[in-house]
């Protein structure tokens, strides 16, 4: 089992940052790749970003390239999601989740409960 706990969520204006934290516990953190999906009101959940066990390795969803960077500690068993030049649009309850390199919700045996994000307008 894997136990995952994200943080750093808020309230935030267009325009401005945030890092999300993602602090794991159990199974040894660096055998697993950890995704990021967000899931909007009213939308289905959806990828944002991925990383590899090692953390040489990284994917990004469309939407949030050039703006999010993900990135992981396996001394700490956190890993991060820092999230630039913020929009209304990247409002969503995020989650971070351990399981195998790929897009796909189905890939990921563990999640956290998620951590708002609003951007205001």
């Known amino acids: 089992q894997v136990q995952l706990v994200e943080s750093g969520g808020g309230l935030v204006q267009a325009g401005g940052s945030l890092r999300l934290s993602c602090v794991a516990s159990?199974?040894?953190?660096?055998?697993?790749?950890m995704g990021w999906f967000r899931q909007a009101p009213g939308k289905e959940r959806e990828f944002v970003a991925v990383?590899?066990?090692?953390?040489?390795?990284?994917n990004y969803a469309d939407s949030v390239k050039g703006r999010f960077t993900t990135s992981r500690d396996n001394a700490k068993n956190t890993l991060y999601l820092q999230m630039n030049s913020l929009k209304p649009e990247d409002t969503a309850i995020y989650f971070c989740?351990?399981?195998?390199?790929?897009?796909?919700?189905?890939?990921?045996?563990?999640w956290g409960q998620g951590t708002q994000v609003t951007v205001s307008s």
């Open positions: 159990g199974r040894t953190f660096s055998n697993y790749a």
């Open positions: 989740a351990a399981g195998i390199f790929g897009y796909s919700q189905g890939k990921y045996d563990y």
């Open positions: 990383i590899r066990g090692s953390g040489r390795g990284t």
